[in-house]
């Protein structure tokens, strides 16, 4: 394919994770045809060699080495999230012409959403941050950018907060990606549903490796004894591999008590996990414990399958973006007691699936307008 034939351009660096599953998702779900897509990785030298995560009959380019005509003549120009990582780049491809905002979309995500936000309230206004994240490229680029991919009701609110203005295009876009690519999702689904009826209730605290921290996960442990419940449940811990302290600390409890107080805690302490991997440990569990923000991707393929119920804190962003955005239905707490006490609460996992397959469906019509 050639460079100028390429109509949707997406710059992603080389670490990025969820760009690969959005781009499959275009092309199995949304129908978008491969060959009009094109994929500009920075940070990446040799692209045959350094980069992966390539998806068949879509064409890639390094930034480092590609032509700016490719950006030019372009229909639409894609980038994820905003942070110093690649607002660089971004403000280098805005600064091409006039016309350049017009055509580039960011697809949101929480994480710089709340960083802006924190920003506003520390600092009354936007400015420059480390410890937020935050250069002034990132800044400029914000203060260009007029269009963006992002579940409506969850974020136009927000944005509006950041920017302090309204006259912001959104594509309402919801997730439409899975924790694996479509196909590989497909074929795990089929086992997963097959399994079903020889699940054992077991709950995952967290969706990934500091989710939570030391403290909450032991306070989380006290309420289920305290309620009664442990005896019931295997519980999963994802937990960093360099955090060996914090391990042995863990360790150290559940024999405190097994020993002292004559408790017995079956919990499973799980490090990295390859994708697939992951994903099948969570489609075991009957039960996710939700950090308040991030993890909305495992949360929603565990609902999106029917395969067990998710647990968030109250008021949390990971709250308002299921339950008050899409109407799906959640176990929310106040406390870890109150946690506790509503594991056996009664959910209908089917009609959750049902609503978040249907508003896959509707994100992907959304996204084949921008992308055919």
């Known amino acids: 394919m050639q460079s100028n034939e390429i109509k949707h351009i997406f710059l ?6 969820f760009s690969p599953l959005f781009i499959d998702a275009l092309i199995e779900k949304a129908g978008i045809n491969h060959e009009t897509l094109g994929v500009v990785v920075f940070g990446c030298g040799d692209i045959e060699s350094q980069y992966p995560k390539k998806i068949d009959g879509v064409t890639y380019f390094s930034y480092e080495k590609v032509n700016n005509s490719i950006f030019l003549n372009a229909s639409t120009i894609t980038y994820f999230s905003l942070s110093a990582l690649n607002s660089a780049q971004v403000r280098e491809v805005l600064e091409l012409s006039p016309q350049m905002k017009s055509k580039c979309y960011m697809f949101i995500t929480d994480d710089e959403v709340d960083r802006w936000l924190w920003c506003k309230d520390k ?50 876009s919801s997730v439409v990606f899975d924790t694996l690519p479509t196909k590989s999702a497909e074929t795990l689904a089929i086992s997963v549903y097959a399994d079903e009826k020889n699940k054992k209730k077991s709950i995952l605290l967290g969706t990934k490796p500091n989710a939570f921290k030391y403290q909450d996960i ?19 811990v994802m937990w960093p591999v360099k955090q060996w302290r914090k391990r042995l600390l863990l360790d150290l409890y559940l024999t405190y008590l097994q020993k002292i107080k004559k ?15 992951y994903t099948a440990v969570v ?49 929310s707490f106040s406390t870890f007691d109150e946690l506790a006490s509503s594991l056996g609460k009664q959910i209908d996992v089917k009609a959750n699936a049902s609503k978040i397959n249907a508003e896959e469906q509707r994100s992907l019509q959304e996204l084949a307008t921008l992308y055919s």
């Not at 309620?227 to 295997?234: D, M, N």
């Open 283 to 331: 489609m075991s569990c009957t039960h996710l414990v939700l950090q308040p923000r991030g993890g909305a991707s495992t949360a929603r393929q565990l609902m999106k399958w029917g395969q067990g119920k998710v647990y968030v804190a109250k008021g949390s962003h990971n709250e308002l973006f299921f339950k008050d955005a899409q109407n799906i239905e959640l176990c």
């Open 218 to 236: 032991k306070a989380m442990l006290h309420a289920f004894i305290k309620a009664g419940v442990h005896t019931e449940y295997k519980f999963v």
């Open 263 to 277: 408790q017995t805690v079956d919990v499973s302490v799980i490090t990295s996990l390859p994708p697939l991997a």
């Open 123 to 172: 600092h009354g206004r936007l400015v420059a941050d480390v410890k937020l994240n935050i250069t002034e490229n990132d800044l400029w680029v914000l203060s260009q950018q007029e269009q963006f991919i992002a579940l409506d009701s969850a974020f136009r609110e927000k944005l509006s907060q950041v920017l302090e203005k309204c006259d912001f295009c959104l594509v309402d």
């Open 12 to 17: 992603v660096s080389r670490t990025d994770y």
